[in-house]
């Protein structure tokens, strides 16, 4: 389906959409859905996914994918629904290339549910303003959320929010809060403090090498060893296969840290130690003990593993 398209009643499953999308479903009718459908936002300035910003439009979104443009400046890509819009589980993703950023043009009221918003180079940012809605369970990755209520409050619940530690700015940015008509709400979301170091490598790299270069760490007592499966990516040939994830939890005398090496689909890897607190800011003694620690890890990571 190309062009503009106006969504009566309808299920429309397995589909693929590029341009102009409007959801014009009715109250007294079945409201339209779509099921697991591919919608392309175009590569340019022109083409948007929109819907209606009345009261008196309805329509739902399962499932999918909504990929903004490919190498678009400044990104004009609108995503525009009313309160009576909803959608569970699509993920969202803006598809700058270059570094730098690239926002969405986002005036959306509806209810999002187990979403994902990302950009898909890890490079970028992307900034998204909100002036109503509620977002359950989703997860913002390299994007700016700033509420910016006017109609009515933007509430967030139990989201997790991502945001690189090279950007600079605040991974929730209130704009204008004191003279929004209307408050923005977030409970049940976790904020992390502590140290974070990374390091982005071009190729894979063993993740057995961790553990002998723990090992030959004196401060280090004990190691603890988990594998996990990590996001999903979408590339032109479609989902990737998984991130693998390898974390090792190294306890000291008096004090515990985290490394962990994920390797992409492009055969890429980070390793990335932690130590922090949720909600809660560690105290400066205990960052003044582990700081030591963790420099002799990295040395001992760069002569066992090579890197």
Same mark, same amino acid.
């Given at each position: 389906i190309t062009g503009r398209t106006r969504l009566g009643a309808g299920v429309f499953e397995n589909c693929t959409m590029v341009g102009r999308i409007e959801f014009d479903g009715l109250a007294n009718e079945?409201?339209?859905?779509?099921? =697991?459908?591919?919608?392309?936002?175009?590569?340019? !300035?022109?083409?948007?996914?929109?819907?209606?910003?009345?009261?008196?439009?309805?329509?739902?979104?399962?499932?999918?994918?909504?990929?903004?443009?490919?190498?678009?400046? $400044?990104?004009?890509?609108?995503? $525009?629904?009313?309160? $009576?819009?909803?959608?569970?589980?699509?993920? #969202?993703? =803006?598809?700058?290339?270059?570094?730098?950023?690239?926002? %969405?043009? #986002? !005036?959306?009221?509806?209810?999002?549910? @187990?979403?994902? #918003?990302?950009?898909r180079n890890e490079n970028t940012t992307c900034e998204m303003t909100m002036v109503e809605g509620h977002w359950s369970g989703c997860t913002f990755t390299n994007v700016q959320v700033r509420p910016l209520p006017t109609t009515k409050a933007v509430m967030f619940s139990g989201c997790t929010m991502l945001w690189r530690d090279t950007f600079t700015e605040p991974v929730v940015k209130i704009v204008n809060a004191l003279s929004a008509a209307f408050p923005t709400i977030i409970s049940g979301c976790t904020l992390w403090y502590g140290v974070r170091r990374e390091a982005n490598i071009d190729y894979m790299v063993d993740h057995r090498c961790i @553990?002998?270069?723990?090992?030959?760490?004196?401060?280090?007592?004990?190691?603890?060893? $988990?594998?996990?499966?990590?996001?999903?990516?979408?590339?032109?040939?479609? %989902?990737?296969?998984?991130?693998?994830?390898?974390q090792y939890l190294y306890k000291t005398s008096n004090i515990n840290g985290l490394i962990s090496l994920t390797t992409n689909y492009k055969q890429k890897t980070e390793i990335s130690q932690n130590f922090g607190t949720i909600n809660g800011k560690p105290p400066q003694e205990e960052i003044d003990i582990i700081r030591p620690i963790m420099k002799k890890i990295e040395a001992s990571i760069r002569d066992v593993c090579g890197i």
């Open positions: 079945e409201p339209p859905l779509l099921h =697991n459908c591919f919608v392309h936002l175009g590569a340019s !300035s022109t083409s948007f996914l929109t819907g209606a910003s009345t009261t008196s439009d309805y329509g739902e979104m399962v499932g999918g994918t909504v990929l903004a443009g490919s190498n678009l400046s $400044n990104l004009a890509a609108t995503i $525009n629904t009313g309160p $009576n819009v909803n959608y569970t589980g699509v993920a #969202f993703i =803006n598809d700058q290339q270059t570094s730098g950023s690239s926002d %969405w043009k #986002f !005036s959306a009221t509806g209810t999002f549910t @187990g979403c994902s #918003f990302g950009v @553990g002998r270069a723990l090992s030959q760490v004196s401060e280090v007592q004990e190691v603890e060893y $988990n594998y996990y499966k990590g996001q999903l990516r979408l590339t032109i040939m479609g %989902w990737s296969e998984p991130d693998q994830g390898h």
